[in-house]
């Protein structure tokens, strides 16, 4: 592993002239008081997605083109026409203008790349003084790159028209649990003032703009929001005037991820009874500047035995769409050209990358080029950018946030290290990335220090997810020590798990499933469950997921006593000695709060919660469990709820410690590992068979 903090180089030519004359800022943050301090937490997947934009020409589709740098993660992109950069009006035409998301700066933000591609240099990049330098592009930030201002919030889906974005962004808090914060804005690049298009109390997903600009699309539930879908989110087509979100009105039920050919067609998807995700085509008719839901003509055009989704119109050529695809045989999504008059498909992707994911097609205005994205696998200059411990923006300059390459982290008391789990096995490493090793071959989760005894670490070694019967138990690792021995504390097998030691170093407190219901016990550090056991919480519930504060007067955790085995979790606190019970937070009604941690002086706690709902459609990513997944903090007492990370994966397993050395991004070198994150698994064709069908009525073929 490098544990060099490599500096992020910044590997292209930018044209003085061409900077944008304002940065956009959307709010200012409240600021928090208190010592410094770190949080660790592991999102599902995101550390091997190493996305860049890829292109193919449509006439000779053997050579793929890589269009972004190779910097963090760069994905769903779109082909802005040549026409529409005024502010670039002084410089030669570029061969691609493309606009797309990235992660470079630790937080999802959009940028512009005008890319001049000659026959003879490509896009290939030079060694200058040992830095890859790419001489042909050119690299303009446009919206979310406002580390300075303060701000955090996911940027996506961007469009250009005219000089004018339209993206959507999730810098407004809707004050409601469970509601998602991602909406649909139009920022003027020129002068940076920025209009909120989609009506507040509503989220919107996936915005379309229409060729001529005068209309976008997005995939939204209007008025209704979300209720925890994590599949197909079941939301309908909306259309508004582009200009200021007015004239909107819902046009097709139930479809998400519209694409536009002209000012009156539309393609998107949609989940059918049948099970396949299927696209679809909609012909609008107007009158008088407004859309005549009732006279729109929907037709299915992708059938049954394979999934088809993402559609990309094309503008120029409209005889076929892009879209991805999963089909049986295959593990991969792929992109594929539909002829929308043969209705036949055109592989592109899989000749040329067969072992590969590939997302969210986009076609160039011109009709020649299709892009999409794919983790790139290591670049001509050995680079992966695939991270292990990576600096995510924090919203709150006292806490700094890192994900890290595995989960159920726990910093030391001293923060000077990390225990985490990454299957199989538990690991320790610096707290700075370097010196990572394995501790336990056993296949664990959840990991917790002792206060009091230096190099102790506390793991449940079992299943996850699994019964109140299942063989877990909890083990004390003797980290420092070279035969890494270890002592099992409780011996039933009983699902013990989760465990959390006390400041004094006397005590652990765990979950267990002995009584038939998961609940909390405490035993004693040293010797486990024989010398001292005593039970905490009794009840026919799940109480799981304990963490002790650091004065010792609380114990945190996650219950669903309130509606027994539905899935929905609040968070507690207790006492030690079972007095003082109250109930912290509730994400809603049926919502989930999990994994809290305090901080180091007790004052605040960290948990994941589906509190912000979801943030894009979940089959624009590959797999998430729980893609609601985000990072919040509360008081100690349940009050002041803030949003820490803004993103459309599965974050979780937050640890809070004391400020770590770490600040910067530590690379994997793993490569037998490269890009191994799974597609959705409710794609797999394989079990199809056995799928309930969606509730919805798809249109007949
Ligand atoms: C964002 O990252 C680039 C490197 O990719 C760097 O040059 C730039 O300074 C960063 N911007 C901010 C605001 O940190
Ligand atoms: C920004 O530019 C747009 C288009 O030129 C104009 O309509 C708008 O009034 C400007 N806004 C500000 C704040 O200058
Ligand atoms: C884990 O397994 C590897 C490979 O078999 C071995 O080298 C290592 O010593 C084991 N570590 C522990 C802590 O058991």
């Known amino acids: 592993m490098k544990s060099s903090c490599r500096k992020v180089l910044s590997c292209f030519l930018l044209f003085s002239s061409i900077v944008l004359p304002y940065r956009i800022s959307h709010a200012t943050p409240e600021h928090s008081r208190g010592d410094a301090s770190s949080i660790a937490f592991a999102t599902l997947g995101r550390p091997r997605y190493a996305f860049d934009i890829y292109s193919l020409t449509i006439s000779d589709p053997s050579k793929e083109t890589r269009l972004t740098d190779g910097n963090s993660i760069n994905f769903n992109g779109y082909f ?234 094309s503008v120029a050529n409209k005889n076929f769409i892009a879209v991805a695809t999963r089909r049986a045989g295959s593990q991969y999504r792929h992109i594929e050209l539909f002829d929308v008059v043969s209705s036949e498909f055109i592989e592109l992707t899989r000749t040329i990358s067969p072992n590969s994911h590939h997302f969210n097609p986009f076609i160039s205005p011109d009709s020649a080029l299709v892009g999409y994205h794919k983790c790139r696998g290591t670049t001509s200059d050995g680079r992966t950018n695939e991270l292990y411990l990576e600096s995510v923006n924090s919203p709150l300059p006292s806490i700094s946030l890192f994900r890290i390459g595995g989960s159920f982290p726990s910093f030391s008391p001293d923060g000077k290290k990390i225990a985490y789990v990454n299957s199989p096995g538990v690991y320790v490493m610096n707290s700075d990335g370097s010196g990572a090793r394995v501790v336990s071959n056993l296949s664990a989760f959840s990991t917790a220090w002792d206060w009091k005894r230096k190099g102790v670490v506390y793991t449940s070694v079992g299943p996850t997810f699994a019964s109140e019967t299942s063989k877990v138990d909890i083990i004390s690792i003797n980290v420092d020590d070279d035969d890494l021995s270890y002592k099992t504390l409780t011996t039933g097998g009983e699902n013990n798990a989760f465990p959390s030691a006390s400041p004094d170093g006397k005590w652990v407190v765990f979950r267990s499933g002995r009584s038939g219901y998961k609940n909390l016990y405490i035993m004693d550090a040293l010797d486990g469950e024989k010398v001292a056991l005593h039970r905490l919480t009794e009840g026919p519930w799940s109480d799981t997921m304990c963490n002790w504060s650091p004065d010792g007067d609380w114990i945190a955790f996650a219950s669903d006593r309130e509606d027994p085995g539905s899935g929905s979790f609040e968070l507690y606190k207790i006492h030690p000695n079972g007095r003082g019970l109250q109930k912290l937070i509730q994400s809603g009604s049926g919502g989930r709060a999990n994994h809290p941690w305090f901080s180091p002086d007790g004052k605040y706690i960290a948990f994941t919660s589906d509190y912000a709902g979801v943030s894009a459609e979940p089959i624009s990513n590959p797999h998430h469990y729980q893609p609601y997944g985000d990072l919040f903090v509360i008081k100690s007492d349940g009050s002041g709820i803030r949003r820490l990370t803004h993103n459309s994966y599965e974050d979780g397993t937050p640890t809070w410690g004391p400020k770590s050395s770490a600040v910067c991004n530590v690379e994997l070198s793993d490569s037998l590992s490269l890009c191994s994150f799974e597609d959705c698994h409710w794609l797999s064709i394989s079990t199809m068979k056995s799928l309930g069908s969606s509730n919805r009525q798809c249109a007949e073929i």
Request: hydrophobic residues 35%; glycine residues 8%.
């Open 80 to 313: 802005a026409s040549l026409s529409a950069l005024p502010f670039l009006k002084n410089h030669s035409p570029p061969s691609v203008n493309l606009v797309y998301v990235t992660e470079r700066n630790g937080s999802a933000s959009i940028y512009l790349d005008t890319l001049h591609v000659s026959p003879s240099l490509g896009l290939e990049s030079r060694s200058l003084l040992g830095v890859s330098v790419q001489f042909n592009r050119v690299q303009i930030p446009l919206v979310g790159d406002d580390k300075f201002s303060g701000e955090v919030s996911m940027k996506d889906r961007p469009s250009l028209v005219g000089s004018s974005l339209v993206y959507v962004s999730t810098h407004e808090n809707p004050r409601k649990p469970r509601a998602s914060w991602a909406a649909v804005y139009l920022t003027q690049l020129t002068n940076g003032s920025t209009l909120r298009l989609t009506p507040k109390g509503v989220a919107d997903f996936s915005p379309a703009v229409s060729p001529s600009g005068v209309w976008t699309a997005v995939a939204s539930y209007g008025e209704a929001g979300w209720h925890g879908d994590v599949q197909e989110l079941c939301t309908d087509i909306y259309v508004f005037s582009t200009l200021d979100g007015s004239n909107r009105m819902k046009v097709i039920e139930h479809g998400g991820w519209p694409t536009w050919a002209d000012d009156s067609t539309l393609y998107f998807h949609r989940r059918c009874d049948d099970g396949w995700w299927s696209v679809f085509r909609a012909v609008l008719t107007a009158k008088k500047g407004r859309f005549h839901p009732k006279s729109t003509v929907v037709e299915r055009l992708t059938p049954p035995g394979l999934h088809a989704f993402t559609p990309a119109a």
